[in-house]
């Protein structure tokens, strides 16, 4: 079966660092995606992994580490503009399968 | 350029009634999807198209639901008899190629509420 995991919310302060997690089990693998969706808004995209390693991108970076089935998103420098859902999504052939998104509220 | 549009961006219906839904991908695009977000889910995969390749239908909750790509661009998602659980933000994404780092560009969404 599919399972793609990320925690439901997060919090975190203007100008800090976060993480956000996201375990995989999928029958097969063809890269990691993660899109930022605020709300009423459409997913846009953020970052793709398909080999082990980080990809830096500005304030976000992410993870993968394929044998473990485990991804992370970092955000550093953090603005209050970054409070959304993060979505982790799998590609196996051509789909991808999502996670149910982590929310993350950025406060003052 | 112009990004990927759907229509309507809301849509209220009566439980029974049939809906389309209409999809315009990015010019040049091949790959299209077809997704439903319900409150608090993650995104649902419903039909993908790519090419003139048969469409992969996996997704598809119920035969109530079909899609159709004419001339490999403007896609429309029917769902037919609909009921309160097909109540949603259903999203089309269009993207280059349906492989590899070739990220998926959404669109806003068409919100159905079926009353």
């Known amino acids: 079966g599919q399972n793609i995991d990320q925690p439901t919310e997060m919090t975190a302060t203007e100008g800090a660092i976060v993480q956000i997690n996201c375990t995989y089990q999928?029958?097969?693998?063809?890269?990691l995606f993660w899109y930022q969706q605020h709300a009423g808004e459409a997913p846009t995209f953020l970052s793709y992994?398909?080999?082990?390693g980080l990809e830096e991108k500005g304030r976000f970076s992410s993870f993968l580490s394929r044998s473990k089935g485990y991804s992370y998103l970092l955000l550093k420098e953090l603005q209050m503009k970054d409070s959304a859902s993060y979505l982790c999504?799998?590609?196996?052939?051509?789909?991808?399968?999502f996670g149910k998104g982590t929310m993350l509220l950025v406060s003052p | 350029g112009a990004g990927v549009s759907q229509s309507p961006s809301n849509k209220v219906t009566e439980k029974g009634k049939d809906v389309e839904l209409r999809c315009d991908p990015i010019?040049?695009?091949?790959?299209l999807y077809w997704y439903r977000q319900s409150l608090g889910q993650g995104l649902e995969f419903l039909i993908y198209?790519?090419?003139?390749?048969?469409?992969?239908k996996s997704g598809l909750p119920s035969d109530r639901f079909s899609a159709e790509r004419t001339g490999g661009s403007v896609s429309t998602l029917t769902i037919q008899r609909t009921q309160q659980e097909d109540s949603a933000v259903y999203l089309c994404?269009?993207?280059?190629?349906?492989?590899?780092?070739?990220?998926?560009?959404f669109g806003p969404g068409t919100r159905l509420t079926v009353t």
């Open positions: 992994n398909v080999l082990d």
């Open positions: 010019s040049g695009h091949t790959a």
């Open positions: 994404a269009s993207s280059e190629q349906h492989r590899g780092s070739y990220e998926q560009y």
């Open positions: 198209f790519q090419g003139n390749s048969a469409p992969d």
């Open positions: 999504a799998v590609r196996e052939a051509s789909t991808l399968t």
């Open positions: 999928t029958s097969g693998f063809n890269g």
